[in-house]
């Protein structure tokens, strides 16, 4: 299940308060009027955007925006839940077979686990489940990476655009070297493209790269603990093997407060 990702819109919006309240309070407002700059924003934006599209094919930069999406919607994983729900189907299964557990499987959204289960109904060797589910995990991790990566380029990129357009606001300057008046108002101009670009590069997308690389490693852990529920479904392990199993891939804080709720729970039944 999605949700909305709070903390990506809020740390860009603290980070662009804090330049915004930073030149304020050195200049008042028209220290702010005077860091915006038409012509940088345009050299720096086209120049990104341009050269992106030269390093990426059209399905790629198609990918990017779906994962850029991403970085501001958030995967509700709860690692507690899914042990529950794989030592039910494990109880379950060991139970009525595991032909009784096409019906659970049908109230399941994640379509992995619904892919796993499936094929441990079929009757499908552990082994090949394992390949065909790790598989699908690195082809996940691969689509990720590709997207991710186009991101990555674009903080690469972005402060390199600012100084191609402080080299051209220099070169504009010294050609008016006989005005001495407009050259600190022309250099100014100029630097402005590296601040544009270092604010992008370092406030908007490789922050945001660097969150879709948590994401990714959150969610391939996911899918492995995945990976050993469904094993452990298909070839009968007992549930509460299972149960130790799954559990230790919890963090070692949460399995102290997990296993102590599991003996409350056996206390009260």
Not at 137 to 151: M, Q, V
Not at 179 to 196: H, I, K, R
């Amino acid at each position: 299940m999605k949700k909305s990702d709070i903390l990506t819109p809020v740390g860009i919006g603290l980070g662009a308060t804090m330049l915004l309240l930073g030149i304020y309070f050195n200049d008042g407002f028209g220290g702010v009027t005077s860091f915006i700059q038409i012509s940088s924003m345009v050299v720096v934006i086209g120049g990104l955007t341009g050269a992106l599209f030269v390093n990426f094919n059209f399905a790629e930069m198609k990918l990017s925006l779906r994962v850029f999406k991403e970085s501001f919607r958030d995967d509700d994983y709860n690692l507690r839940e899914l042990i529950q729900l794989f030592i039910s189907l494990s109880e379950k299964a060991r139970r009525e077979g595991l032909l009784a557990l096409e019906s659970e499987v049908e109230e399941l959204d994640d379509p992995f686990i619904k892919k796993g289960i499936y094929l441990a109904i079929d009757g499908i060797e552990p082994e090949v489940i394992n390949d065909i589910m790790n598989a699908e995990i690195a082809a996940t991790e691969e689509r990720h990476s590709k997207g991710r990566s186009i991101i990555e380029k674009a903080g690469e990129y972005a402060p390199a655009w600012g100084m191609i357009g402080t080299l051209i606001g220099l070169i504009l300057m010294l050609n008016q070297l006989n005005n001495p008046e407009t050259l600190g108002p022309s250099m100014a101009v100029a630097l402005l493209t590296t601040f544009y670009g270092m604010v992008l590069a370092n406030l908007v997308f490789l922050p945001i790269a660097g969150k879709l690389v948590s994401r990714t490693e959150e969610e391939i852990f996911m899918k492995q603990v995945v990976v050993e529920g469904v094993i452990g479904v298909q070839s009968g392990q007992n549930p509460k093997i299972l149960e130790e199993k799954l559990s230790a891939f919890l963090p070692a804080e949460t399995t102290k407060d997990y296993q102590e709720e599991e003996d409350q729970k056996e206390e009260v039944t």
